[in-house]
């Protein structure tokens, strides 16, 4: 058996073992803030051919002993207002950032701090992925956590990650902040 099968093998085992727990992760930001290229990234897939996502993608992928049930929906404008449709028995949101979309800091902000509001996302975590860390305008995490008053969100677990979606660069951490806050708790 080759590696990948081996490896693709262990997988489908540990699926099939009924430890596996089940998340509902929602992935959102806006358009081009790099979401289907994290989706893809973290189901080890090509991220050179991603076009912007019309409707949106459920992808599962399995990490550390989870199976992860991503929804990317699209983050264009005229897409926002349905996102809340998805929203229901989140487990975690995922909220992305193009770290270097300086100009859309304040719509990204007014989105998430509206999203935070949604009754069905009362107290549930949210893992914000600075993104696009690999280019050189790109703001450090630390100063978009202050922009978003990350501080103010009193009633939930949450972190920032900055990361490249791109080079897979902090990708793996954000996804350890998830076992080791989430699955740890629910179990």
């Known amino acids: 058996m080759g590696e990948v099968q081996k490896g693709l093998f262990s997988v489908i085992q540990k699926l099939k073992g009924s430890t596996e727990q089940e998340l509902r992760i929602v992935l959102l930001g806006l358009d081009n803030a790099g979401k289907t290229t994290l989706l893809k990234k ?26 992860l049930n991503v929804w990317d929906i699209g983050g264009q404008r005229k ?42 996302l009362k107290g549930v975590p949210v893992l914000i992925f600075a993104n696009k860390q690999d280019l050189v305008s790109a703001a450090p995490a630390s100063e978009i ?17 900055a990361c490249s979606a791109l080079s897979g660069e902090g990708v793996q951490d954000g996804m350890n ?11």
């Not at 973290?42 to 199976?67: H, R």
């Not at 202050?146 to 990650?161: C, K, M, S, V």
């Open 42 to 67: 973290l189901a080890s897939e090509d991220v050179n051919t991603i076009t912007p996502t019309q409707g949106f993608n459920i992808k599962s992928v399995a990490s550390n002993g989870m199976k």
């Open 177 to 187: 902040w998830i076992c080791n806050n989430i699955v740890n708790k629910k179990k």
């Open 145 to 161: 956590a202050e922009g978003l008053n990350l501080h103010t969100y009193r009633d939930r677990e949450w972190q920032i990650q």
């Open 79 to 120: 897409i926002r207002p349905f996102w809340k449709k998805y929203l229901e028995n989140t487990d975690l949101l995922i909220y992305v950032i193009d770290s270097a979309d300086k100009k859309r800091f304040e719509e990204t902000g007014q989105e998430l701090s509206e999203l935070i509001e949604e009754e069905n």
